[in-house]
Each structure stands twice: as C-alpha cells, then as structure tokens.
C-alpha cells in the first residue's frame, strides 16, 4: 500500500515554515489548536459575506498566526487587495472586532495585518477556490482544470498537478481524475511544493479537490 504523507509536513524544516508559531504545554494544546480553527473560520466568513467578487474566488493564500502570552498577531495573505480598497480600516476593525468576540479573550491583545501576494493564482488556495466556483456553476470539471493551468502557467511556477474526486458530472459512480503539467517532484525534499485539499458542495454530491504546485 502507498503510505500516503501531506507534502507541507514532509518538508517542515527544509522548504517549508509553520504557519501558526505559538508555545503551549501538552495538556493545553489543543485548547490553542481550537484557537487556531476559530480565528481561520471567523475570517474565511468575514470575507466570504463582505468582500466576495465576480468569479466566486476570496483570494485568501493562507493565514498566518502568532501567539504572545498578552497578544496574538493574525496575518491574513491576499490575492485580491481590492477587495478591501473601499472603507479598509473600518473593515479590518469590523474583523479583528468579530475575531475578538469569536475568542472570547479579554486580557489578549489581537492585531490583525493585511498582506499582498503578487501572484495569487500561483497558490493553491486560491486556484482551488476558482475550481470550486465553476464546478458549483457546472461547468465541466475537465474545462475547469484545464481553465486552473492555464491561469497557473502566467506565472513563474515550474509545474502543476491538480486531481479531482468524487460524483463527476453527476455520474452515478464517483471516481478520481488528475491532470498534470510541467514536474512534480514529490518525492524531493527540497522542491519547494505548496499543496492544498478543498472541499466543494456541489447538487450531485461533495466533491474534493487536491492541488501541487511545484515552486522552486
């Protein structure tokens, strides 16, 4: 059987970074876990209520979390700066007010950034998020993964694999189809690969989508 590991963990410490740095003992750990989940959860709402554009896509790369014994500083990276051009302080203050409430953390001061990352579609986030849009509009999932490379290849990155599962095109039985362009080196440690699992309700069922993006 193919022992089966999510890319970003294999190379924690090689290529690749933490993206929540906090320090907690073990019987208190997955209280700080559960901190985590909610400050992502409150934020993917926020934006998906307020600052949602034509192509259904959020445009948020990662989110990234660090912890102080009196703060917590949440750095938010955007694809999509223009989303929050119209009446930006109020909406981050709107935001880091909701984060607040969501946490329930008085004696904590929450700081939360904004930043721009100049290639959103070289990101696996935000490609799935465009996948996930047109396969909800029906469109057909082979034109929407040819649609995702095709976007890809206008920037820098040297490869790309993306793979969708589940009921295809409403059929009655659910399978796994993949495409992929350029080199994926998987199996190299330090091939810089970003990588993301995202889940799409569509009328015919979940479907799951799976995307590498090979960096450097």
């Not at 929540?20 to 209520?49: H, M, R, T």
């Not at 490609?127 to 057909?140: H, T, W, Y």
């Not at 206008?154 to 095109?169: N, S, Y």
Request: hydrophobic share 40%; charged share 25%; with cysteine.
């Amino acid at each position: 059987m193919g022992q089966k590991i999510n890319p970003l963990g294999f190379r924690l410490g090689t290529t690749q970074d933490h993206h929540s740095l906090w320090f907690a003992q073990p019987k208190n750990f997955f209280e700080g876990l559960q901190e985590d989940q909610k400050i992502k959860n409150c934020i993917k709402d926020y934006v998906q209520k307020n600052m949602k554009i034509a192509s259904g896509v959020e445009g948020i790369a990662h989110i990234e979390i660090q912890k102080r014994i009196d703060a917590i500083q949440v750095i938010i990276y955007l694809g999509f700066p223009k989303l929050l051009m119209e009446g930006r302080p109020k909406r981050i203050e709107e935001l880091q007010m909701n984060v607040q409430k969501e946490l329930n953390c008085m004696n904590r001061k929450l700081n939360v950034a904004i930043s721009r990352i100049e290639n959103p579609y070289a990101h696996p986030n935000v490609l799935a998020e465009f996948i996930a849009g047109q396969l909800r509009n029906r469109v057909s999932f082979r034109k929407a993964m040819k649609k995702a490379i095709e976007l890809t290849e206008q920037t820098d990155t040297k490869g790309i694999q993306v793979q969708i599962a589940g009921r295809l095109d409403g059929k009655e039985i659910a399978r796994v189809e993949w495409i992929r362009e350029g080199r994926v080196p998987l199996q190299t440690l330090r091939a810089k690969i970003d990588y993301c699992s995202y889940t799409v309700k569509t009328i015919y069922g979940v479907l799951g989508i799976k995307i590498w993006i090979f960096v450097d």
